[in-house]
């Protein structure tokens, strides 16, 4: 059996809450989380102790201790990127099979370190929104895809990624430069890929599906809504990389969704303005 240590920066949330089971459940039992350590408790939440007491995890003092421990590593600290690179410090360094939970940095030029730090001391590792691996994406015919219209819900600072990384991987090319269109109540950004390619997103509130329109060159139309397990299909992913240590999430890419999400927020602050994205080919 191998066993996973959860590294975060409070435990009482989401993602800790239901990946020990679903990872118990993909591995047949095969992988199981044994460790955690956070850096603080949740302000008027559950705290560490006791969210592991139920969880029948073993907390430990630091992150040393978590990666000496374990076989393979979680950072989660899902909305709270800002602390990634602290937290990942150490598991990038120690050759174990490493992931990293979205949104994986705050900015480009921190999502370039930490795929830096883990190539230099040979650590697998990548990171990625669990949507990318929803059946109805899989399906879509990437060959000639020319526009992108996506829907989903929340707020573009913590689910913006949820619609980005599945343009990003479908376009097939580098982003160049993106455009706020959005208000107040409802998020919206162009990003511009060259070559006449353009996808567009949209933040349409609560209960909002996750949904997109395909425009290829052609000229014919597809329109896919997310309905698929993507948990359960991300989760196998995360299984199957714990026991080959080959990601399948180019890291390019990765970087590329972090940089339109930092590009995004500055051209919120610029409505209606092309902001570059530096350093694209």
Known sequence: MKTIGFIDYYLDEFHADKYPAWIEQASGGEMQVKFAY?????????????????????????????????????????????????????????????????????????????FELARLHGTPMYSTSALRFAEEYAAVDRSGIAAISSWGPGRFENY??????????????????????????????????????????????????????????????????????????????????????KPVVDPKETIDVIAIIEYGGIAAQRPFEWVEIPGQE
């Open 38 to 114: 956070a850096m603080k408790d949740k302000e008027n939440g559950v705290t560490n102790r006791d969210w592991c007491d139920s969880h029948g995890i073993e907390l430990l003092d630091s992150i040393e201790e978590v990666v000496r421990s374990s076989d393979c590593l979680i950072v989660l600290s899902p909305d709270h990127p800002e602390f990634h690179e602290e937290l990942s410090r150490l598991p990038l360094q120690s050759g174990k099979p490493t992931y990293i939970d979205k949104t994986f940095a705050p900015d480009r030029a921190t999502a370039v370190k930490l």
């Open 160 to 245: 913006s990624i949820h619609q980005i990384e599945p343009i990003v991987h479908l376009m097939g090319s580098r982003p160049k430069r993106v455009m706020y269109t959005g208000t107040p109540a409802a998020a919206s950004l162009i990003i511009d890929f060259g070559g006449g390619k353009q996808a567009n997103i949209h933040h349409l509130g609560r209960g909002c599906p996750f949904a997109l329109g395909l425009t290829y060159e052609s000229g014919a139309c597809a329109f896919i809504k997310q309905e698929s397990d993507f948990f359960a299909a991300f989760t196998r992913n995360l299984v199957s990389f714990f026991e080959s240590g």
